[in-house]
């Protein structure tokens, strides 16, 4: 009998930038990649640093953020993989945009700049991908901005847990995210942000437990965040 095993799949499985490729270029941004592993609390890079690779993340996560001249720090987003970074600095050739840092033990695959210029300028497929990739990260900063004029902070919050619960059905869904992580993403200080989640947490929409975020009730956060319901 003709046992089909499933697709073990390769370091670019999943990720939307290289989907697609002919399995020749695949194979070719598989060769020119050097492995990278990173520890929980380690900088990759901070921003202003020269931006000499694009990052393709396989295992862990990574908090982009910004630091103000007193020394916050404003988390933009967390990559989970399989995804993509730091391809702002190497399409326009400018300093890093922000700072990342390995929220978990991390292994990766690091792209050089020049490969990666080459591959965008010989690929029409890698070039659409990037394109789709910056649209994605302007309207995402269009929303940021949007949230912060028209949502109160317990709004943002709770906006904030949806986007971390990723695109789950399910009933319960637990967030590795701590709550001074929480704050720095929601833009409010830890004191408002432990309010509103002891607000939610008492009308039954979520529970704490210890460094995570048990959220039990997604559709009340979807409301309160000011997101339509599906
Ligand atoms: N506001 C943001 N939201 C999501 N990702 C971002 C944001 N700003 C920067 N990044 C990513 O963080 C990276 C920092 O390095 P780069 O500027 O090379 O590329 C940047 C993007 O990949």
Same mark, same amino acid.
């Given at each position: 009998?003709?046992?089909?095993?499933?697709? $073990?799949?390769?370091?670019?499985? !999943?990720?939307?930038?290289?989907?697609?490729? @002919? $399995?020749?270029?695949?194979? #070719?941004? *598989?060769? %020119?990649?050097? $492995?990278?592993?990173?520890?929980?609390?380690?900088?990759?890079?901070? @921003?202003?640093? /020269?931006?000499?690779?694009?990052?393709?993340?396989?295992?862990?996560?990574?908090?982009?953020? #910004?630091?103000?001249?007193?020394?916050?720090?404003?988390?933009?987003?967390?990559? =989970?993989? /399989?995804?993509?970074?730091?391809?702002?600095?190497?399409?326009?050739? &400018?300093? =890093?945009? %922000?700072?990342?840092?390995?929220?978990?033990?991390?292994?990766?695959?690091?792209?050089?700049?020049?490969?990666?210029?080459?591959?965008?300028?010989?690929?029409?497929?890698?070039?659409?991908?990037?394109?789709?990739?910056?649209?994605?990260? *302007?309207?995402?900063?269009?929303?940021?901005?949007?949230?912060?004029?028209?949502?109160?902070? $317990?709004?943002?919050? +709770?906006?904030?847990?949806?986007?971390?619960?990723?695109?789950?059905? %399910?009933?319960?869904?637990? *967030?590795?995210?701590?709550?001074?992580?929480?704050?720095?993403? +929601? !833009?409010?200080? =830890?004191? &408002?942000?432990?309010?509103?989640?002891?607000?939610?947490?008492?009308?039954?929409?979520? =529970?704490? @437990?210890?460094?995570?975020?048990?959220?039990?009730?997604?559709?009340?956060?979807?409301?309160?965040?000011?997101?339509?319901?599906?």
């Amino acid at each position: 009998m003709d046992v089909r095993l499933p697709d $073990p799949g390769d370091a670019l499985t !999943g990720v939307d930038m290289f989907a697609g490729l @002919e $399995p020749e270029v695949r194979q #070719r941004v *598989i060769a %020119a990649a050097v $492995p990278r592993t990173y520890r929980k609390g380690q900088l990759l890079f901070v @921003e202003n640093d /020269p931006g000499d690779s694009l990052i393709i993340l396989k295992r862990g996560a990574i908090a982009v953020f #910004r630091t103000s001249p007193t020394g916050e720090r404003a988390v933009l987003t967390v990559i =989970r993989p /399989p995804d993509v970074f730091g391809e702002v600095s190497l399409l326009d050739g &400018s300093a =890093r945009s %922000a700072s990342a840092e390995a929220i978990e033990d991390c292994s990766a695959l690091a792209l050089s700049r020049g490969a990666f210029i080459e591959l965008v300028h010989a690929n029409s497929h890698i070039l659409d991908a990037v394109m789709r990739s910056l649209g994605a990260l *302007i309207r995402r900063l269009t929303e940021q901005n949007a949230d912060h004029v028209f949502l109160d902070l $317990p709004g943002r919050v +709770a906006k904030t847990l949806v986007r971390l619960a990723g695109d789950s059905h %399910a009933p319960m869904v637990t *967030i590795e995210l701590n709550q001074s992580q929480l704050a720095e993403m +929601a !833009g409010g200080s =830890r004191q &408002s942000v432990n309010q509103a989640i002891g607000s939610f947490a008492s009308r039954g929409w979520l =529970r704490t @437990e210890g460094r995570r975020i048990v959220v039990t009730d997604l559709a009340a956060l979807r409301r309160r965040g000011g997101m339509t319901d599906r």
